[in-house]
């Protein structure tokens, strides 16, 4: 569902979003946006009046200097860039895998910090909110039990973007890893902190051992 934040252009509560086990991704769990250096007035004042339990910035520190978000000093904000500075590869037009696999630590710290956030919303953000954001929302997405296609298709809900490129990057992690899950747990996440995102992402999720499965 998409966002009325004045001042952003590319905001969406990724609530609602269908699960493979026939659940529904939570109201006001997980938001991705573009950066909130524009918010007006009016859209600062509306994210104030109902806080996030986490805003995670993507950006480099230099972009966050030179755009500042307007929520830096507050206790629920992290800036933690999702890609090293400089990249150390070439990026294709056409998959994230490079992304994935060159910044691991860096997507698995950005999970370690949504496990650890107090119940609420988790708004995570870019510059545009489409490269950065939206590979770790598919990451994110995948964690909570969200097929292939629904992930690629919220990224491509982002204008500018072909769901193909989200579909070959999904595909790579299931091949060179075994999954998100299996990415995850191979760079330091535990099976406890997916269990917690999960959790605060799908009501009412149970384990396979909880459903006797």
């Known amino acids: 569902m998409r966002?009325?934040?004045?001042?952003?252009?590319?905001?969406?509560?990724?609530?609602?979003?269908?699960?493979?086990d026939g659940g529904r991704l939570r109201d006001n769990a997980l938001i991705r946006s573009d950066s909130h250096a524009l918010l007006t007035p009016?859209?600062?004042?509306?994210?104030r009046e109902r806080p996030p339990a986490l805003i995670l910035d993507l950006r480099w520190p230099r972009e966050c200097a030179e755009a500042p978000s307007p929520f830096a000093a507050e206790a629920w904000y992290r800036n933690l860039p999702l890609l090293a500075d400089p990249l150390g590869y070439d990026p294709p037009d056409d998959t994230y895998a490079p992304m994935l696999d060159h910044n691991a630590e860096r997507v698995a710290a950005a999970v370690h910090e949504i496990a650890a956030a107090p119940p609420g919303a988790v708004i995570i953000h870019c510059h545009g909110g489409r490269d950065r954001t939206g590979l770790l929302a598919a990451v994110l997405l995948g964690v909570a039990g969200v097929a292939p296609d629904d992930i690629a298709a919220d990224y491509a809900a982002t204008p500018g973007t072909d769901a193909a490129a989200m579909s070959h990057t999904l595909q790579h992690a299931e091949t060179r890893y075994g999954g998100v899950e299996q990415y995850l747990l191979s760079h330091g996440v535990s099976a406890a902190e997916i269990t917690t995102v999960r959790r605060r992402l799908v009501p009412g999720w149970l384990s396979p051992l909880s459903r006797g499965v």
């Open 3 to 20: 966002l009325d934040w004045p001042g952003c252009l590319n905001a969406r509560d990724l609530g609602g979003t269908p699960t493979r």
């Open 42 to 47: 009016a859209g600062i004042a509306m994210l």
